[in-house]
């Protein structure tokens, strides 16, 4: 009975012979052992065949085709008797282990245990004997039970046929040729999506190609591939791998160093029978063009992966260093990574996770994760270091001064909002300052928030920000309204709800634009770097902020919106002035001017010289410094100005 109730449950311990990590297909049977004998590994036709001899337990399967006159030979225990035996493939890596009684042996890669040889050196393998207990299970299903017999063949499926180096080989020919073909104007994004497919079919075949070393590389044009395996002594240590060099490239050389840390969290997560990394080396941006049409360094994308593993949260960076020529002055090398979006079947660049160095001739990317890689020119201002600390202090100061004074200029316009003919405008007033307030006051953490670990916590600063800013240009139009309404309209049209109706638009509006923007693609807010040129050393620096992610986002929702307010401002200031000339009250003609005229400038007007840095030399910087000046302390100066008006207007009543 406990020899029967043994034998029972000899296939449920085989099921976890061959490791922790979960087998694709697993054979297990009894065999008995009358004499000394070994295990024949060799090659076979498309399946997985198992063969027992009394001499031999035969295991086949496909081999390199530079392989197939060879065998593997592995002794076996002396000591005989019934022994369980379990044969698993794992199709991640397309290793084949058997796990005979107490023994393991990595059948065709461990070769301290083994002795190849040549098919014709084979013994004869000696009169079959049956296997007992026979049992198998693909990976997902059941586990299935056989009678006895000597001889057990498993055709292959189409997702375990196995990959040989011709077969890789013309899909990277066929990938060449699609990447080389003109593209047509209209079928940009239809041609980037089959591309991406073609190249993640290549990356699936080389997961399974057949090798024969420990690493080989594929490929001579557009796309080259290189499939390292690392074996488990191994995995403490760094690896490093230097792509050809390519003088007559922008970008004539590539060095990844992959931390050991990689290897050793793979190890802690399932247990492998060995490590296969990827590495894709592609000359070619047609793949991975985004909407704002961004520019890599020298059209190179570099991939790396880890087979059957997402890769991310690395405690020791993964480093890609880009060796290139002199870069233009006015441009800023960025590493980024490619983000997929599956849902829109496009993706766009980003730098989450990795930063960036960079020298003369190289520039080096640490990053926290594994995907697709490369280095993004950032057009950048030429300036200085020492204009750039100049500038940094004056808008950190300047806004500062500006978030304090609006709180002043808050508090004394609540207190004196009595009189009922400037109470709108006050609660006007204090609402452009309450926007101020905002947008100073959360410049001034974005980069704090920037540097934490937690994205999710940048990209909500990264909203409110961009809600700030918007508030602060709508109260600007709004402003702007109401004066030409105060001026035109000489005090005497009441509107009926006028304050609620201002405030539904002025905080209403802001809301809803970055609502719209966060709901069509959450990833539009987050961590974005500004690059900036140091003509001194010629290196470059990046100030990292909690922003818009997307340039075109920006360009047409910041810069447009700005262009209205400016546009309405200006038109309302023509208007005031022309009104005010046409009074009859000569003698105030001229303060009235000056005074609507500094207001308007205080309420926006200033902001115009964002439109000059577009240009360059000495006239971008300082237009740049006046932008900065102005602008970083617009709520002080609306401090000044108000309690100039309020002097006067006390001068006045005294006269």
């Known amino acids: 009975m406990k020899v029967l109730l043994l034998l029972l449950l000899s296939p449920l311990q085989g099921a976890g012979a061959c490791g922790h990590q979960e087998e694709d297909f697993r054979f297990c049977g009894d065999r008995n052992q009358t004499q000394n004998s070994s295990i024949i590994y060799e090659h076979g036709p498309a399946a997985i065949s198992i063969e027992n001899t009394a001499q031999a337990l035969i295991i086949r399967r496909p081999f390199l085709p530079s392989r197939r006159n060879s065998s593997y030979k592995y002794s076996l225990p002396p000591t005989l008797g019934r022994y369980r035996f379990c044969v698993c493939w794992f199709r991640a890596n397309s290793t084949l282990r058997l796990v005979y009684g107490k023994q393991s042996f990595l059948l065709g890669r461990d070769l301290a245990s083994s002795n190849a040889r040549g098919k014709q050196g084979q013994e004869p393998a000696g009169a079959s004997t049956s296997i007992f207990n026979v049992s198998y299970i693909l990976k997902g299903g059941k586990n299935t039970s056989l009678d006895s ?82 074996q488990p002594v191994q995995a403490s240590q760094n690896l490093v791998f230097a792509s050809q060099r390519e003088e007559d490239r922008e970008v004539y050389g590539i060095v990844v160093d992959l931390p050991s840390s990689l290897f050793m969290m793979a190890k802690e997560r399932e247990e492998m029978v060995e490590h296969r990394v990827v590495l894709m080396d592609i000359s070619s941006q047609t793949m991975f063009q985004d909407e704002n049409s961004s520019h890599v360094l020298g059209d190179k994308v570099v991939g790396i992966s880890l087979v059957d593993m997402v890769v991310a949260n ?158 602060c240009l709508t109260w600007m139009g709004i402003e702007g309204y109401n004066l030409y309404r105060l001026v035109i309209e000489v005090f005497s049209t009441y509107h009926d709800h006028f304050l609620l109706k201002i405030c539904l638009v002025g905080w209403g509006l802001p809301f809803f634009c970055v609502m719209l923007i966060f709901l069509a693609n959450w990833r539009n807010y987050g961590p974005f770097s500004i690059p900036i040129y140091e003509s001194i050393g010629g290196k470059s620096t990046n100030a990292t902020i909690c922003w818009i992610t997307s340039p ?104």
């Open 149 to 230: 017999t000597s001889e057990y063949f498993f055709p292959a499926s189409p997702e375990d046929m196995p990959i040989w180096e011709q077969d890789v080989e013309e899909e990277l020919t066929a990938l060449d040729r699609l990447i080389a073909q003109p593209t047509e104007p209209d079928a940009g994004a239809m041609e980037q999506r089959v591309l991406r497919r073609k190249l993640g079919e290549l990356e699936k075949m080389l997961t399974k190609v057949e090798l024969e070393g420990q690493n080989q590389t594929f490929g001579k044009a557009t796309v080259r591939a290189t499939v390292l395996i690392i």
């Open 552 to 655: 075109l986002i920006h360009n047409v929702v910041n810069l447009g919106f700005f262009s209205l307010v400016f546009l309405f401002n200006s038109v309302m200031l023509g208007a005031m002035v022309r009104e005010i000339l046409r009074q009859n009250n000569k003698g105030h003609k001229l303060k009235h001017v000056l005074a609507l005229f500094g207001l308007s400038i205080l309420l926006g007007i200033p902001w115009a010289l964002v439109f000059f840095s577009f240009t360059s030399g000495i006239f971008s910087l300082i237009s740049l410094y006046l932008f900065t000046i102005i602008n970083s302390l617009q709520g002080f100066l609306i401090f000044l100005w108000y309690w100039t008006m309020v002097l006067q207007a006390r001068k006045s009543s005294d006269l």
């Open 314 to 471: 690395l405690s020791d960076p993964v480093i890609l260093t880009f060796s290139h020529g002199q870069l233009p002055r006015n441009v800023t090398p960025l590493c980024v990574f490619w983000r997929e979006d599956t849902t829109a079947n496009s993706g766009s660049w980003d730098s989450f996770g990795c930063t960036t160095e960079t020298g003369g001739s190289w520039t080096e990317c640490r990053c926290n994760h594994l995907t697709y890689f490369a280095v993004l020119m950032v057009s950048s201002l030429e300036i200085t270091y020492i204009h750039r600390d100049y500038l940094s202090i004056i808008t950190y100061v300047g806004c500062l001064i500006s978030a304090l004074a609006s709180v002043c200029t808050i508090l004394f316009l609540y207190f004196r909002s009595k009189q009922q003919d400037q109470i709108t405008s006050m609660h006007i007033h204090m609402n452009l300052l309450g926007a101020i307030f905002l947008l100073d006051i959360t410049f001034l953490i974005s980069e704090q928030l920037a540097s934490s670990s937690s994205e999710a916590v940048c990209r909500a600063g990264g909203l409110f920000l961009h809600f700030s800013l918007l508030s």
